[in-house]
């Protein structure tokens, strides 16, 4: 083989490692997202877990590089990677299937573990461990740039998936697919393990190294550790706080978080692709003004203004990851250390990410992690940057900027809040907004950039129904359409617990809520619930794993109440969701969605998800543009007979819903969230 192509072994087997190893977090994630509620939950957990299996894989290619010869590593390694196809295809079995009774936390891991975690602990080994062997040939000098390569595989594969793949095969053609790639892989990386073993067994790492651009093999100091640990943990750090911060409170757009997630895998391909492409001398004073200005948005309108906020945060994460990546791959080390580089480098990550994922949420009251990795980016930069005087205290000076605007972010939210909560569901707040006229006055509470209901603070209007709820809503015109006895409503969904206030008495309404705190603010904040003359009932979980586990209930009207945010909860809007629905409804019963969004248009999806089961469909179109309390919404209501949806006050208001050509039915195995952008 020509040395053209085994630099194309090299580089296949890291490229296709790679791609793989980010296309299958969101095939496996989305494959349990109907067996477990909460889709934020769901998404952070396996996270973590894909997270602790790449700091697991790093760590195995050190172990072995530096204890084992390289006839014993491709030994291990082949049989390794042969094993693997064991757990092909890697299709989650029934088995592991919750009851309900199981720490879902901890049942999500095992699940992982026992369906992905060989080949995923494998596809992480890849990047580092075929570095290491690049380094003992002649090529040794462009080591790093396979790096590059590799995280310019993930980028590839993070924007493939949502565009390509998702739209056009079902999750079961995607777990197939993925699994034939696979096994691709293992023939291939099999080939290159086995090809160094019988060529360069012997060639030591240093003999190759020739790189003009790396440092020179001398022993590593404490302080190289901890900056190759600081320097990733911040750029993993201020990844999911961006992220958070646009996604929560700038704009609650799906797909969001692939913005700052592509601008972080871009920072690395052009930092180790080669040192033309980071310069001090532009990204510092780039860097120190983002870091000043992403700050001062934070305590500004500003900074939750779409048009300014999306483009101000973008380029400060790519400004600012720039800088720590620019700076780690100047301290990348020569062949001898690679691997614990790419460790330590790992670790780093994973610590960032934990830190904002799981610590933050228990600990900060408010997004306020993003701030805080501000003033921590400016203070590394003291460490970090040459010894000179002026520009040290530069750096100083910088991060005591940005601690004040923190400070004045929090004083802003203490100031306006009357209650700021936070759990691994997000942050809850309610506010008391004044209006011109004191009878207005309303209670709010927001769930990030959403509001989630409001109650008048005046007592004679506290039952009344007001913001996406009122009597000419397509909610309050299918309650007040249900028969004239006793009504049995199911909520998914609380909020602030407004349709509790057209309760009568005789009546049942039944909630399911996920998360614990909505329930708390909805009894001491509100008192939609304690003054409704039904009967409340109350499930706390995921509701439709609650719907499957319960008897039928009997529902006159069953509201859907979950679609306003940026974490579209898919398993509550698809055919075999609507099959659960109607197990609870009574005959003449009505389902109704509330598909208000600004960003997603979901009344077709519901529309053919009815017509393929047989069911009747309308949308109800509220616009409430006089009235300063109530807000524009739309509602589809679903019902087995058209006269149901014929009957007043539901006839008058209810329309047709065009339907999309080509469209298909969601279900559990297949959804399309980039289809329905608007």
């Known amino acids: 083989m020509g040395p053209a192509g085994i630099q194309l072994l090299f580089a296949g087997t890291i490229f296709s490692s790679a791609f793989l190893l980010f296309l299958v977090q969101p095939l496996i994630a989305k494959q349990i997202l109907p067996w477990f509620g909460g889709s934020a939950a769901v998404w952070s957990i396996c996270m973590v877990f894909f997270q602790v299996v790449l700091l697991a894989g790093y760590a195995y290619s050190d172990w072995i590089t530096r204890h084992l010869r390289v006839r014993t590593q491709a030994a291990l390694h082949v049989a390794l990677l042969l094993a693997s196809l064991a757990f092909l295809p890697i299709v989650t079995s029934v088995r592991w299937k919750p009851t309900g009774a199981e720490d879902p936390t901890l049942w999500i891991l095992g699940l992982l573990l026992g369906t992905i975690g060989l080949p995923y602990f494998l596809l992480s ?77 012997d060639v030591p790492l240093h003999q190759a190294s020739g790189d003009t651009a790396t ?27 961006v992220t958070n911060h646009i996604t929560q409170n700038v704009a609650a757009v799906p797909f969001l978080w692939v913005l700052p997630l592509t601008l972080y895998l871009l920072t690395f391909v052009l930092c180790f692709e080669s040192d033309r492409w980071y310069r001090r001398g532009v990204f510092l004073p780039l860097a120190a003004a983002m870091l000043l200005l992403c700050a001062f948005g934070l305590q500004d309108a500003i900074g939750t203004s779409v048009k300014a906020a999306l483009p101000i945060y973008a380029a400060g994460l790519f400004a600012l990851c720039m800088f720590l990546h620019g700076e780690m791959a100047r301290l990348r080390p020569g062949p001898r250390y690679l691997t614990r580089f790419y460790l330590m480098l790992s670790l780093g990550g994973a610590l960032g990410g934990v830190t904002v994922g799981l610590v933050a949420p228990h600990v900060l009251p408010a997004y306020y992690e993003l701030g805080i990795g501000l003033v921590l980016t400016a203070l590394l930069a003291v460490a970090v940057l040459p010894s000179r005087r002026w520009l040290r205290v530069a750096c100083v000076a910088v991060a005591g900027c940005c601690a004040w605007f923190l400070w004045l972010q929090v004083q802003g939210d203490s100031a306006d809040a009357r209650v700021m909560q936070r759990n691994f569901y997000g942050t809850l707040v309610t506010v008391d907004h004044r209006r011109d006229d004191p009878a207005d006055d309303v209670r709010q509470m927001f769930h990030g950039s959403v509001k989630h209901g409001e109650q008048f603070l005046l007592a004679a209007r506290r039952s ?11 909610i309050g015109r299918a309650i007040a359409a249900a028969p004239a006895g006793p009504r049995r409503v199911g909520l998914i969904g609380l909020g602030a617990g407004t349709l509790a206030g057209y309760g009568r008495a005789g009546d049942v309404f039944r909630v399911y809520e996920i998360n614990p705190q909505v329930f708390d603010l909805a009894d001491t904040e509100f008192s939609f619930l304690r003054d409704s003359p039904a009967r409340i009932e109350r499930v706390l979980g995921d509701a439709r794993l609650a719907l499957e586990r319960e008897p039928a209930q009997g529902f006159d009207v069953l509201a859907v109440d979950a679609f306003s945010g940026d974490s579209v909860p898919i398993h509550l809007i698809t055919a075999e969701a609507m099959d659960v629905y109607l197990r609870h409804l009574r005959p003449g019963g009505i389902v109704a969605f509330h598909v208000t969004n600004r960003f997603l248009a979901l009344a077709p999806v519901v529309a053919k998800i009815a017509e393929t089961k047989g069911l009747h469909a309308k949308l109800v179109h509220d616009d409430t543009a006089e009235i300063a309390w109530l807000r524009d919404t739309d509602w589809v209501l679903v019902a087995r007979e058209a006269e149901t949806l014929a009957r007043d006050p539901v006839g008058a208001a209810a329309s047709a819903i065009a339907p999309v050509a080509g469209a298909r039915p969601w279900t559990d195995d297949f959804n399309n969230l980039l289809g329905v952008l608007k």
Do not use: M
């Not at 009344?464 to 397509?474: A, I, L, V």
């Open 215 to 241: 440092a020179p093999e001398k022993p590593l100091r404490t302080a190289d550790y901890l900056l190759w640990l600081a320097l990733p943990a911040l750029g993993s750090w201020l990844l999911l706080a």
């Open 125 to 201: 080994t890849t990047g580092p461990l075929v570095q290491s062997w690049v380094a003992r040939t002649p090529w040794g000098a462009q080591v790093y740039r396979y790096f590059s390569l590799s995280n310019l595989a993930s980028l590839l594969s993070l924007l493939s998936y949502p565009v390509l793949i998702e739209p056009r095969s079902s999750l079961l053609q995607q777990a197939h697919g993925w699994s034939w790639g696979y096994g691709a892989f293992v023939a291939l990386c099999s080939g290159t393990t086995l090809y160094v073993a019988r060529r360069w067994a």
């Open 464 to 474: 009344e129904p007001t913001s996406y709820y009122g009597r000419t809503s397509g």
